[in-house]
């Protein structure tokens, strides 16, 4: 399919990424994700790229994920960007306690390299935004700088979410955050802003809370938002709560990329269509921010 994706700098990185990325963790695979075969692994991660979305971000902590990025698209590494996580348990180890020792991130690092069949990776993020703390403890930050000497990531990031992020952010260490955001989560929605301010990039998880209730969807809990909030009347003819929701994420103006993942080929070129229409019109996305705060959906102050 053709892509007209528009793309944002990614902070400090100077990363031209498209602002639809890809979560790889939807590929992988049982028994924590739904099971997946190695043909329609090929098949996703090959039409992401097809589509033109050049941000992939995976984690040594999802299944077959990064076995399957290599496997299927290391022939195409110059057409995208790879994140991964550290700190997650490595080899045979089942996921458990993230352990940000440097003999486990270098472990991590080296065998995301080896799964993806890759040289670099472009950010390596702290998974499960780990205290500042702990982070000085274990002398993290160091072994992520010694891993960017060698060659081996290119920029330092954190998966965050507060209060840690409040930390995270002002140690001042970090090209990016990865931080969860949606019209159903807005939490965060403020210290996004924060964090851009500072330089930093900022990827966006969870942007269109897993898509609507059903097989794979999200929950219907948070979902419950959406109706409470009365959002339907903003949607335009024919636009799907999902697509309406992704919008809006992208309406923020301190977004640079949001990871939205999928199995489903049919998903994915409705994503890229969603995002290619662009953000909301203004004045609906601050009608949907009013109509949410009413509803109780808002930000933490």
């Not at 528009?6 to 049982?30: C, D, I, K, P």
């Not at 970090?174 to 019209?183: G, M, N, T, V, W």
């Not at 995002?275 to 909301?280: E, I, R």
Request: aromatic fraction near 6%; include cysteine.
């Amino acid at each position: 399919m053709e892509s007209r994706l528009s793309t944002s700098v990614l902070g400090r990185t100077g990363l031209e990424v498209t602002r639809l990325g890809y979560g790889a963790m939807e590929v992988r695979g049982g028994p924590r994700g739904r099971s997946i075969t190695d043909e329609a692994a090929a098949g996703i991660l090959n039409a992401v790229l097809d589509a033109g979305i050049n941000y992939i971000d995976t984690s040594i902590d999802y299944g077959r994920s990064e076995e399957l990025i290599g496997e299927h698209i290391s022939h195409r590494r110059s057409e995208f960007y790879l994140a991964s996580k550290c700190g997650c348990p490595v080899g045979d180890a089942a996921p458990g306690e993230h352990i940000f020792t440097r003999e486990n991130i270098v472990a991590g690092v080296d065998q995301s390299l080896s799964r993806m069949k890759t040289n670099y990776l472009d950010a390596v993020q702290f998974h499960s935004s780990p205290s500042k703390d702990l982070i000085e403890e274990e002398d993290a930050i160091q072994t992520l700088l010694d891993l960017k000497q060698a060659g081996k990531i290119r920029f330092l990031g954190s998966s965050s979410t507060l209060p840690n992020l409040v930390d995270h952010v002002a140690m001042g260490v970090f090209d990016l955050f990865q931080i969860p955001y949606s019209a159903l989560s807005r939490e965060h929605e403020d210290w996004i802003t924060r964090a851009a301010k500072a330089g930093a990039g900022i990827v966006i998880r969870g942007g269109v809370a897993k898509g609507e209730p059903g097989e794979g969807g999200g929950r219907a809990d948070t979902w419950d938002n959406f109706n409470k909030a009365d959002l339907d009347g903003l949607r335009e003819e024919g636009e799907t709560p999902t697509a309406f929701m992704l919008r809006f994420t992208l309406s923020h103006p301190d977004l640079h990329t949001t990871i939205v993942g999928t199995l489903n080929p049919g998903h994915l070129s409705n994503n890229v269509l969603a995002a290619q229409k662009g953000p909301l019109p203004s004045d609906t996305y601050e009608e949907a921010k009013r109509l949410l705060s009413s509803a109780g959906v808002a930000p933490t102050v």
